[in-house]
């Protein structure tokens, strides 16, 4: 009788295990934002980088990545739908974020997530919910207060934790107040706004700012060689939808029921 139910046992650890699911294994970790209001872009006196006009913007609850999307994350998307794996340029893969992946990769990436990872209301974050995440409730040029500090971000510094000459790896430097990793230097992450040299027009809700016809999008928080202005909370840069760039990669949002 032992010997049936351990028989019995072992052929259920095979049999009734789950089947692998490469989308729901390497799902990204999802942190929730509050809703909240808070005051968008940069005050006059800063430089053209930084997005202009300030103003009041209300935000929704909403969930994004506590990291940006990694190579280990983007690459399981990749074999399973048999697409060609980015380059990393010898940077190195794993837990670093991944690069050289156009619009049209890092939407069909989502797309993979709502269909196969058993969640939904995947997207990516809207420039105002990427700001307001990034922010954390703060005032300041940078989340963590008035001047670069490289424990908080990979930049062209290179100085004191910042070690790395490119990319580095998720969880390197210290998160904001909200749990955000890398908002700071690293890859500029795309968004889903269209191109806006300021923000004149733009919603007040939280929402994607979007035009009939859109050549190019909004990218936020500066790069392994982005100096001082690049990783303010502000810095704003655009790159077209067809193209691919060992700075560029992104950060992924939710919706909340």
Same mark, same amino acid.
């Given at each position: ?43 006059? !006196?800063?430089?053209?980088? *930084?997005?202009?006009?300030?103003? =009041?913007? /209300?935000? %929704? @609850?909403?969930?994004?990545? $506590?990291? !940006?999307?990694?190579?280990? *994350?983007?690459?399981?998307?990749? =074999?399973? /739908?048999? %697409? @060609?794996?980015?380059?990393? $340029? ?168």
């Amino acid at each position: 009788m032992r010997r049936a139910l351990l028989a019995l046992s072992l052929l259920c650890v095979f049999a009734c295990a789950k089947p692998e699911n490469p989308a729901r294994d390497t799902l990204p970790k999802m942190i929730l934002i509050p809703a909240g209001e808070f005051t968008m872009g940069a005050p006059p !006196e800063e430089d053209t980088q *930084q997005g202009k006009p300030q103003h =009041r913007v /209300t935000v %929704r @609850a909403f969930r994004i990545g $506590e990291t !940006e999307v990694t190579f280990d *994350q983007y690459d399981a998307f990749a =074999r399973a /739908t048999g %697409r @060609a794996l980015p380059q990393d $340029e010898g940077f190195g893969r794993g837990e670093r974020p991944v690069m050289n992946i156009d619009r049209s990769d890092m939407l069909a990436y989502i797309d993979w997530l709502n269909a196969q990872s058993g969640q939904k209301g995947y997207r990516l974050p809207s420039e105002a919910e990427w700001e307001y995440a990034a922010r954390a409730g703060t005032t300041t040029p940078f989340f963590w207060g008035t001047a670069p500090d490289p424990r908080y971000g990979n930049s062209a510094a290179n100085t004191g934790p910042d070690t790395f000459a490119a990319t580095a790896p998720a969880r390197s430097f210290q998160p904001n107040a909200w749990g955000l990793y890398d908002t700071a230097g690293n890859v500029w992450e795309m968004v889903q706004d269209c191109m806006h040299h300021d923000f004149v027009g733009a919603p007040t809700d939280g929402s994607a700012w979007m035009d009939a016809t859109c050549y190019a999008y909004m990218l936020r928080g500066g790069e392994y060689q982005s100096m001082r202005r690049g990783t303010k909370t502000t810095s704003r840069s655009a790159m077209g939808g067809s193209y691919a760039s060992m700075g560029v990669g992104f950060r992924i949002a939710q919706d909340v029921e």
